[in-house]
């Protein structure tokens, strides 16, 4: 199996003028695809099938399993 590291993203909120956090995990190339910034110390390492079919990120609320935490 293929691995991947995913973050989770800071968001604008136009509506509500302030920064969220994504309900998704996404790779640094689809935080930038939201128009997003990743969290520095949020990176987990996951399996390529974990994220969404043609995308760069996880779907909403994903949970990354117990002990896919970076460290380093």
């Known amino acids: 199996m293929t691995k991947t590291t995913v973050h989770k993203v800071h968001l604008y909120d136009a509506k509500n003028d302030e920064t969220i956090v994504s309900r998704r995990y996404a790779t640094p190339k689809g935080a930038e695809r939201m128009g997003g910034e990743i969290i520095e110390g949020t990176a987990v390492v ?14 909403r609320d994903y949970v990354p399993a117990p002990g896919s935490a970076k460290r380093g």
């Open 46 to 59: 996951i399996d390529l099938t974990e994220l969404e079919p043609g995308s760069e990120w996880t779907p």
